[in-house]
């Protein structure tokens, strides 16, 4: 079983929708979770980490659920911009990453 | 603000030949390590760069074929050795516990683009 499952979707939304990517992690260790974002041929980059409260960021909140070990992120208002490729990754001996979700906002 | 280089940023190699990456930051961090992303797929840690002393390797990678060098808290190289077309990969470095960032979170290098013919 992989350590981090994500849908890769791809997911096309209008601009200005809400979208969701969801996440589960089998380690029930594991300490640290985070969402990253991959834009095409560029590194990851850290987009916030997630805590069991919750945090928001702007247009961007993200949820854990360490009982049923799933992380969500959601982005509301989505923009252009917001096309790219979004990791979910947890740390427990290691950085674990998901295989990415493809999200395409459309004009 | 701090910045983490890689150089090269794209290479193409003929197979049998061996490459060195290099990663340089400019500011001191604590953990250096090397992933690998092969086309289409997410990224796979290879090893963690520990300063003065060998590698801790993944299972599936082996020093022989990724050796890696980290001689002082700045800097590393990984070297991808006797390529093969399967080697074909970003090689991406990354740190951990940089400037003022979060103990337990990593940032990324631009990544170097090999491709093996």
């Known amino acids: 079983r992989k350590e981090v499952e994500q849908d890769p979707g791809p997911f096309n939304v209008p601009e200005g929708a809400t979208v969701a990517f969801n996440c589960t992690y089998s380690?029930?260790?594991?300490?640290?979770f985070f969402w990253y974002r991959q834009d095409c041929r560029k590194e990851p980059k850290l987009l916030m980490s997630v805590y069991s409260s919750g945090n928001e960021d702007g247009r961007f909140t993200a949820q854990l659920n360490r009982a049923s070990q799933y992380i969500s992120l959601l982005i509301r208002d989505s923009k252009l911009s917001d096309s790219a490729t979004y990791l979910c990754?947890?740390?427990?001996?290691?950085?674990?990453f998901g295989t990415g979700t493809s999200l395409t906002v459309i004009p | 603000s701090a910045v983490i280089s890689q150089k090269p940023s794209r290479d193409i190699c003929q197979r049998g030949t061996s490459l060195t990456i290099q990663c340089q930051v400019d500011?001191?961090?604590?953990?250096m390590f090397w992933y690998r992303q092969q086309p289409g797929q997410s990224l796979t840690l290879i090893a963690t760069?520990?300063?003065?002393?060998?590698?801790?390797?993944e299972s599936g990678f082996v020093i022989d074929k990724f050796p890696i060098s980290r001689p002082n808290l700045t800097f590393s190289t990984l070297t991808v050795s006797n390529m093969s077309p399967e080697d074909s990969s970003i090689y991406l470095c990354?740190?951990?516990?940089?400037?003022?960032?979060?103990?337990?979170?990593?940032?990324f290098g631009p990544g170097t683009r090999l491709t093996v013919l």
């Open positions: 760069a520990n300063q003065g002393s060998e590698a801790t390797y």
């Open positions: 990354s740190v951990e516990n940089w400037g003022t960032s979060a103990s337990d979170t990593q940032y």
């Open positions: 500011s001191q961090v604590t953990m």
């Open positions: 990754v947890v740390s427990g001996r290691q950085f674990y």
């Open positions: 380690n029930s260790a594991s300490q640290s």
